[in-house]
């Protein structure tokens, strides 16, 4: 039987509850400890920050520990139990839970809630991460400098429960979704890790170790030629071809032959143009590893460039030194020259003592053509990974929150709108 058609059936299901997560299972909060109180090995323990950056659906194994004596004072998740994150700068990951799944207990922050229920782990922790549970609980949120919801908002969101009335069933129906959401989870995980596995081999490639290859500064090697300002109401179907700089984030890869915008033919004497070969770059970015990101222009003829964009014009391979650009050196490199402020900024003096390695043309050539395969599959707009990545997560969060979406009572629908609407906006948002 097809994925598609157990799913059909399992949206068929006749028999849901939606319960408030308060009658499904009970809150624990966790206890404070700090980053200083951290180990290299001990008692496992889940800091609420690595929640937005290590954790997903679920976990066997803890990433910090914390001494017998740090942990004895300090509150534990068992097997089973879903680890909650109740705080954070943003409010879109408010909310979301890690399923424990390791053989021992871990100790988890008092910026975290545990949850024990009788339900399948993963399947709570799945649904956790859907719109519908994200919408009942945005309006519990307490938003400011650090955003937090406390266990009663928490506990008024409601979560499906097929077959309730048949507690074997119910979990054997949470088991299959749950089976289903790890196959689009893990074919979306291996996905990433080929992407990592790019830059990993990009980057061992241009280190040049154990070779003579001479790494000369930026200043050294070419020119720099600051572009003019336009703006995007300068825009027209047909015109000059021009290059903005919030384009090179989003819009462009390593290299291009074409430019995605024009501007009005009468500003062509006012505007500044990168010549083919030329390696356009930006000099702002809201981080740093946006700043001082590159593109190989390889078009024809030339193309004007704003003013956040410096034209880096020299005799090197153009796809070897926007290739360069990208590596992790380099960015830690230009790293100690970005001027650090809201929208971080790197000017000429700092990109000309950025260095870079400058082995002979034909070497640059034949990593170029090496890194141009690996490219197909991870940087093209239209094909490859980041495409395939996309679409499998796109793919994995529509059916992850049709399967988790039963259809609700049109009784559960009006008290929704009931309770909205009855909402009291003076409840206590401080985590209790």
């Known amino acids: 039987?097809?994925?598609?058609?157990?799913?059909?059936?399992?949206?068929?299901?006749?028999?849901?509850?939606?319960?408030?997560?308060?009658?499904?299972?009970?809150?624990?909060?966790?206890?404070?400890?700090?980053?200083?109180?951290?180990?290299?090995?001990?008692?496992?323990?889940?800091?609420?920050g690595e929640m937005y950056t290590h954790y997903g659906i679920w976990s066997e194994s803890a990433r910090s520990f914390l001494s017998k004596g740090v942990a004895s004072q300090l509150r534990t998740a068992n097997h089973g139990d879903v680890i909650i994150v109740a705080a954070g700068e943003t409010i879109e990951d408010i909310g979301n839970g890690t399923a424990w799944l390791g053989e021992?207990?871990?100790?988890?922050?008092?910026?975290?809630?545990?949850?024990?229920?009788?339900?399948?782990?993963?399947?709570?922790?799945?649904?956790?991460?859907?719109?519908?549970?994200?919408?009942?609980?945005?309006?519990?949120?307490?938003?400011?400098?650090?955003?937090?919801?406390n266990a009663k908002g928490l506990g008024?969101?409601?979560?499906?429960?097929?077959?309730?009335?048949?507690?074997?069933?119910?979990?054997?129906?949470?088991?299959?979704?749950?089976?289903?959401?790890?196959?689009?989870?893990?074919?979306?995980?291996?996905?990433?890790?080929?992407?990592?596995?790019?830059?990993?081999?990009?980057?061992?490639?241009?280190?040049?170790?154990?070779?003579?290859?001479?790494w000369k500064p930026l200043g050294e090697i070419g020119d720099f030629i600051r572009g003019k300002r336009f703006t995007k109401a300068d825009y027209v179907d047909e015109g000059i071809d021009?290059?903005?700089?919030?384009?090179?984030?989003?819009?462009?890869?390593?290299?291009?032959?074409?430019?995605?915008?024009?501007?009005?033919?009468?500003?062509?004497?006012?505007?500044?143009?990168?010549?083919?070969?030329?390696?356009?770059?930006?000099?702002?970015?809201?981080?740093?590893?946006?700043?001082?990101?590159?593109?190989?222009?390889?078009?024809n003829d030339k193309v004007a460039i704003h003013d956040h964009c410096y034209a880096f014009r020299h005799s090197m391979n153009p796809k070897f030194v926007a290739y360069c650009m990208q590596t992790t050196s380099f960015i830690a490199d230009k790293a100690k020259y970005v001027v650090r402020a809201k929208v971080k900024t790197l000017l000429i003096n700092g990109f000309s003592k950025v260095c870079i390695p400058v082995p002979p043309p034909?070497?640059?050539?034949?990593?170029?053509?090496?890194?141009?395969?690996?490219?197909?599959?991870?940087?093209?707009?239209?094909?490859?990974?980041?495409?395939?990545?996309?679409?499998?997560?796109?793919?994995?969060?529509?059916?992850?929150?049709?399967?988790?979406?039963f259809p609700k009572p049109v009784a559960t629908e009006v008290q929704y709108e009931q309770e909205d609407h009855q909402h009291n906006h003076k409840e206590s948002p401080c985590l209790t």
């Open 156 to 214: 008024k969101a409601k979560i499906p429960i097929p077959y309730p009335e048949n507690p074997k069933k119910s979990l054997e129906i949470q088991a299959e979704i749950v089976r289903i959401l790890d196959t689009f989870t893990s074919l979306t995980t291996e996905l990433s890790a080929r992407k990592r596995q790019f830059k990993y081999y990009r980057d061992e490639l241009l280190s040049f170790k154990n070779s003579e290859v001479e």
């Open 242 to 299: 021009v290059i903005h700089y919030g384009e090179i984030y989003t819009d462009y890869g390593v290299s291009t032959t074409n430019a995605r915008s024009q501007v009005r033919a009468e500003m062509a004497a006012s505007l500044r143009y990168a010549e083919p070969n030329d390696v356009v770059i930006t000099d702002v970015g809201e981080t740093v590893e946006d700043v001082g990101k590159a593109v190989a222009w390889l078009g």
């Open 104 to 149: 021992n207990d871990v100790v988890f922050h008092d910026a975290c809630f545990s949850f024990k229920s009788e339900q399948n782990p993963k399947y709570v922790s799945y649904y956790l991460r859907t719109k519908l549970f994200k919408e009942q609980i945005k309006k519990h949120i307490s938003s400011g400098k650090i955003s937090s919801i």
């Open 362 to 405: 034909e070497e640059q050539e034949r990593i170029v053509v090496i890194l141009d395969k690996f490219d197909t599959l991870t940087s093209s707009i239209s094909e490859g990974l980041p495409r395939e990545i996309k679409l499998r997560q796109q793919q994995y969060e529509y059916y992850r929150d049709l399967l988790l979406n």
């Open 1 to 48: 039987m097809s994925e598609l058609v157990i799913m059909q059936d399992l949206l068929n299901i006749a028999s849901v509850d939606w319960k408030p997560l308060e009658e499904v299972g009970t809150f624990l909060r966790g206890k404070r400890f700090v980053k200083s109180d951290l180990i290299p090995d001990g008692v496992p323990c889940i800091h609420y």
